[in-house]
């Protein structure tokens, strides 16, 4: 899941160069600002930490599931003009929304796919890295998500839930890789003073695929 406070863009938000526009940087972690959401939004600093793990390259091709706002996509594409993504989002009304998003940023290109994971995963082409944003516990998709990537690929998967974060750890233990909790705190403030505000904490695996493991049929 991608947590995040409900909100819309500023009109100017994502049109760079006009004046009173969210002024926007050339690597990952665009204001949240940027994105039209309801919610689901990997906000800024898991998203930057995010595509660094991703770690994007000219000509390959990200699988971006559970799309949310397309928000990883998005700044996927804006790493290279040869870099490709499709995202998979079930809710129509979000695969709308995605494709706003990136016709706003710039990276009309994002091909959108408006369906079930891991069912809508099987006619689309091998991925170079795969992000799990969303529906990590529908049954069966991590693993076909890790069997779509060819060695030297990269997965990465958030989640903010005890149930979704109990099987990363268990994929951590058979896959290797990294497991990390990315924790967030904003000042806010608290009367006359400033305290710091913490958003729920993310636990985050990332993990490049080093061999080919054989399939069922093969063992």
Request: with cysteine.
């Amino acid at each position: 899941m991608k947590p995040a406070r409900p909100g819309r863009p500023t009109p100017a938000a994502g049109r760079e160069g006009t004046q009173g526009a969210v002024p926007l940087g050339v690597v990952p972690g665009l204001p949240d600002e940027a994105y039209e959401h309801d919610g689901q939004l990997t906000k800024r600093h898991v998203r930057a930490a995010t595509l660094a793990a991703l770690a994007p390259r000219p000509g390959e091709l990200l699988w971006d599931v559970g799309g949310g706002s397309g928000s990883i996509a998005v700044e996927w594409l804006r790493a290279h003009p040869a870099c490709r993504a499709v995202t998979v989002e079930r809710d129509p009304v979000r695969a709308a929304r995605i494709t706003r998003n990136a016709e706003r940023l710039a990276v009309p290109r994002l091909r959108v796919v408006t369906g079930t994971a891991p069912r809508a995963l099987a006619e689309l082409p091998p991925p170079d890295a795969v992000f799990v944003g969303g529906g990590l516990t529908a049954p069966g998709l991590l693993d076909a998500c890790w069997t779509a990537l060819p060695v030297g690929g990269r997965l990465v998967a958030n989640t903010v839930t005890l149930e979704s974060e109990a099987l990363l750890a268990d994929a951590y233990r058979r896959h290797g890789g990294e497991l990390v909790r990315l924790a967030v705190a904003h000042a806010v403030p608290v009367g006359g003073f400033t305290g710091w505000r913490q958003a729920m904490p993310v636990t985050q695996w990332a993990v490049r695929k080093t061999v080919e493991e054989p399939t069922g049929a093969d063992r």
